[in-house]
């Protein structure tokens, strides 16, 4: 393969590992927000909203770049996964819709009642179903169950995606980014008792973790035979899977022991890991078993234009990125106690 | 059948997320030049103009954020055909325009979250980037289309294009004019529309400080866009001329070949008898305007295959509309700004007042008209000349099951997007400011 394919595909890799760590914690706060419960029920969601309000918008771009890569670089994958999974990303695009905009009308509108109690119900059961059906997207991609000729796709519209193996990746998605949210979570406050309350959230997710993914390695010997082998066949994905079991034995004790900071650094790093095993298990094919990165490659004109355009897009995004994140892990000054600058930051009841 | 709910729905989302793209490309600006105001003068109705500005900012553009994330993969999932073959050549200004959006949506999150963080010249510079990333994102976007009416950059075989050439395929010819079309369109509608939702509370409440300062603040930039845009639509007009000349000819229900051709007003063309009847007509018009010589010949339909026809009637409706819609923006706003010049300042008249709340609705109304034009006046081709939208559509069946999903979520989405932008109005009427905002005021 070429310095350039490997070079957009890692790109391909990297935005869906940030898409997964931002824009997974992104739903998982949906999640808790829709199990939110015991005496500081309010609290909980308050915390929710206040740590997702300034950045949900960008944890969402990272699926817009992942899918401009796609389909500038690997046109004919997006053409094929578009026709294949067509049911599920409808339905996800749904779950998208509803979320993003539940969330900002719940946000931004100007007094807390009614109606903004039921988006806030729209905005959690969304951010249940989104993960999941993101989730059955990528099981029906790894399980070899799309069949393609050409641009055709012969293995219809359905049966891919709702096996066994792809629902249990849809749950495994959807515990995960509970995990990671209920971790990240943990730090955004001081308050002993909210940090306990996720810190309760996080281990209880982080089991939910294990014995989801434990159901995805069972059924991938029969549902997904050839990541079944790259999971434990090629020596650079034991070494990953080691890597994502060291991280995950981490971020558990970490969070046993309290530490939550260095806590969401190795939740975020086994989710990454996850993330980037999923892509070193597959490879060389984006949509197995056929479909590969070199065959849906665009020209390399085309390559070399993207690239440029993603080193330049990286050099503006990230610097503002860094900038946006630093603003808002910085304390609250005094004369913006929570309530008194105007809705835009009021806790949400 | 397929075909059409595949366009229905195609056209039904990019329509709803026009109105959103624009405003989240206009209301930054207007906000930036309120906060500039606020800053300059230290009046505090300013300071709250900027505030509910990036409030309907942020409604906005979350709105138009998802309905794009829904375009993005609409692309595939109703034209796999055309992405699959051709995402390649256009790859570059989608991959520019998430580039923008990124920056758009980074600064708006500063801009929005850190009035109180961040020293107030940054906090400025960042509402300034969120308005120059939402124009450049508009811009990139509007490449993509320019190309899909002329396509450049490549060599097309039927194994798919060959020789790619990606810059050349995001420069397309007559890229500059439908930009300057396209961005001016967004500026108009929204500035009209805000100038109209003000002169409704001043029609109410007459002389209700906070709304004169915020039509003040609507009007020159109204007035601006609404007088250079009939110079733009004029040179994208004879750049379609050359290029498109079956859309020229659909949007002037011209069916004969000839020199010297009228300009038609109005008429309703008839494909079966060939003519357009009811129409007031210009003489030598239209080969003035779209050849610059009175006696220059215009191709007319006749002198295209049937079925490379666009939709006449409707194309012709819409290029009506839009330039009537215009057309009546431009004389409100000469109107306006004489009347600025004669008094030296803004007229509060109820006569001018009541021309603003009419055409308020005109420039979204002729922004979605243009945007008609332009897409069924290249039917039946998705890339002109090139792909033909019914090779372009994707294989699976009941696509009427997604469209009216879409249909019902995107009304229920317009009208809860009215809703809230109406309670955001309503808190700004006199006697009814929320206790939170004038608290807040510094």
Redesign the interface.
């Known amino acids: 393969m070429s310095t350039e394919l490997w070079l957009l595909g890692g790109a391909l890799v990297g935005s869906f590992v940030l898409y997964a760590l931002f824009g997974g914690a992104d739903f998982g706060g949906g999640v808790w927000d829709l199990l939110a419960s015991g005496p500081r029920k309010a609290e909980q969601r308050a915390l929710i909203a206040r740590a997702l309000?300034?950045?949900w918008?960008?944890n969402?771009?990272w699926?817009?770049?992942g899918?401009?890569?796609l389909?500038?670089?690997f046109?004919?994958a997006?053409?094929?996964?578009?026709?294949a999974l067509?049911v599920p990303?409808?339905l996800l695009?749904?779950g998208?819709?509803?979320r993003?905009?539940a969330?900002?009308?719940r946000?931004?509108?100007?007094?807390g009642d009614r109606v903004q109690r039921r988006w806030g119900l729209v905005f959690s059961v969304a951010s249940v179903l989104a993960p999941v059906l993101l989730g059955m997207c990528v099981g029906a991609v790894v399980s070899g169950d799309i069949h393609v000729r050409g641009?055709?796709?012969e293995s219809g519209?359905i049966s891919a995606w709702l096996s066994p193996f792809a629902l249990a990746v849809g749950v495994l998605a959807l515990c995960l980014f509970a995990f990671l949210a209920a971790v990240y979570l943990t730090a955004e406050t001081s308050e002993p008792a909210l940090q306990e309350d996720f810190r309760r959230r996080a281990l209880g997710a982080g089991v939910a973790v294990f014995l989801a993914a434990l159901g995805v390695l069972v059924l991938a010997r029969g549902g997904a035979p050839r990541v079944w082998s790259g999971l434990t066949g090629s020596p650079f994905a034991l070494a990953l899977h080691g890597a994502t079991a060291v991280a995950a034995v981490l971020a558990f004790g970490l969070l046993l022991t309290r530490h939550f900071w260095p806590a969401r650094v190795a939740a975020a790093a086994q989710v990454g890991l996850i993330v980037a095993g999923w892509a070193a298990s597959q490879y060389p094919y984006l949509v197995v078993p056929d479909v590969t990165l070199q065959g849906a490659a665009?020209?390399v004109?085309?390559q070399r234009?993207?690239l440029v355009?993603?080193a330049?897009?990286g050099a503006?995004?990230f610097p503002?990125?860094v900038?946006?994140l630093r603003?808002?892990q910085?304390p609250?000054?005094p004369?913006?106690t929570p309530?008194?600058?105007?809705?835009?930051?009021?806790p949400v009841q | 059948m397929d075909l059409l709910y595949a366009r229905a729905q195609m056209g039904l989302s990019l329509a709803f997320h026009i109105i959103f793209a624009a405003a989240g490309i206009a209301l930054p600006l207007l906000m930036v030049l309120s906060d500039v105001k606020a800053r300059r003068t230290g009046d505090a109705d300013y300071v709250q103009l900027s505030k509910k500005l990036a409030k309907g900012t942020a409604i906005l553009f979350a709105v138009g954020a998802v309905s794009g994330t829904v375009l993005s993969f609409e692309l595939g999932l109703l034209w796999p055909e055309f992405m699959g073959t051709y995402g390649e050549v256009i790859g570059l200004p989608f991959a520019l325009e998430g580039t923008a959006f990124f920056t758009e949506a980074v600064f708006l999150g500063i801009y929005l979250y850190g009035r109180e963080r961040i020293p107030a010249g940054l906090h400025l510079f960042s509402g300034v980037m969120v308005a120059l990333s939402g124009a450049a994102s508009a811009f990139f976007v509007t490449l993509v289309n320019a190309f899909m009416n002329h396509p450049a950059g490549f060599t097309p075989t039927p194994g798919g294009p060959v020789n790619v050439d990606p810059v050349a395929a995001m420069f397309s010819p007559g890229w500059a004019y439908q930009v300057l079309h396209t961005l001016l369109a967004c500026y108009q509608a929204s500035a009209f529309a805000m100038a109209g939702i003000h002169a409704f509370v001043l029609l109410r409440h007459p002389g209700a400080a906070f709304h004169r300062k915020a039509l003040s603040v609507a009007l020159p930039l109204a007035c601006v866009s609404a007088l250079l845009q009939p110079f733009a639509g004029d040179l994208e007009a004879e750049h379609i001329a050359h290029a498109q000349p079956v859309k020229l000819a659909a949007a002037e229900g011209l069916f004969e070949t000839q020199r010297g051709a009228p300009l038609s007003v109005g008429g309703l063309p008839d494909v079966e008898t060939r003519t357009t009847p009811y129409a007031l007509e210009i003489p030598k018009g239209l080969s003035m305007l779209a050849f610059r010589d009175p006696d220059a010949e215009v191709k007319g339909l006749n002198d295209f295959p049937r079925d490379e026809w666009p939709p006449v009637l409707k194309v012709h409706l819409a290029f009506q509309v839009m330039v009537g819609t215009g057309g009546l923006m431009a004389l409100l706003s000469v109107v306006t700004l004489f009347l600025r010049w004669r008094h030296k300042a803004w007229p509060e008249g109820r006569r001018v007042l009541w021309g603003w709340l009419l055409c308020g609705p005109l420039g979204v109304v002729a922004m979605e008209a243009g945007w008609l034009v332009t897409e069924w006046g290249r039917q039946p081709w998705i890339i002109r000349g090139v792909m033909r939208t019914a090779d372009a559509v994707t294989p699976v069946a009941n696509l009427g099951v997604p469209f009216w999903t879409f249909t019902l979520v995107y009304l229920f989405l317009g009208a809860m997007v009215v809703f809230l932008l109406v309670r955001q109005v309503s808190g700004t009427l006199p006697g009814r400011a929320p206790p939170s905002e004038v608290a807040h005021v510094h």
């Not at chain 1, 946000?107 to 007094?111: G, L, P, Q, V």
């Open positions: 309000g300034p950045v918008e960008v969402h771009v699926l817009i770049i899918v401009v890569i389909f500038g670089v046109p004919r997006f053409a094929v996964l578009s026709v067509h990303l409808t695009l749904l998208i819709i509803f993003g905009t969330f900002t009308f946000t931004y509108d100007a007094r641009l055709k796709v519209f665009a020209n004109a085309t234009a993207l355009a993603l330049v897009g503006l995004i503002s990125l900038f946006l603003v808002f910085s609250r000054p004369f913006s309530g008194a600058s105007g809705s835009a930051s009021r």
